[in-house]
């Protein structure tokens, strides 16, 4: 498979608060995990220890 370069033209991209776009980052952090278990970079234990630290955060984040 041949890589391929993608070069954005559009406005320009807006920054995330993560206040604001909580829930988007701990599904992208969680996307991350699952495409490192796939190309078996972690295992799923690790992916789950590390899924609960990710919703740790997130809920002591939500507290604040």
Do not use: D, W
Not at 11 to 22: C, K
């Amino acid at each position: 498979m041949k890589h391929r370069e993608f070069i954005y033209t559009g406005e320009p991209v807006p920054e995330l608060n993560e206040l604001e776009h909580a829930a988007f980052l701990i599904n992208f952090q969680r996307s991350i995990l699952l495409s490192l278990e796939k190309k078996k970079l972690l295992t799923a234990s690790q992916r789950e220890r590390c899924l609960l630290e990710l919703e740790k955060q997130f809920l002591l984040n939500q507290k604040q």
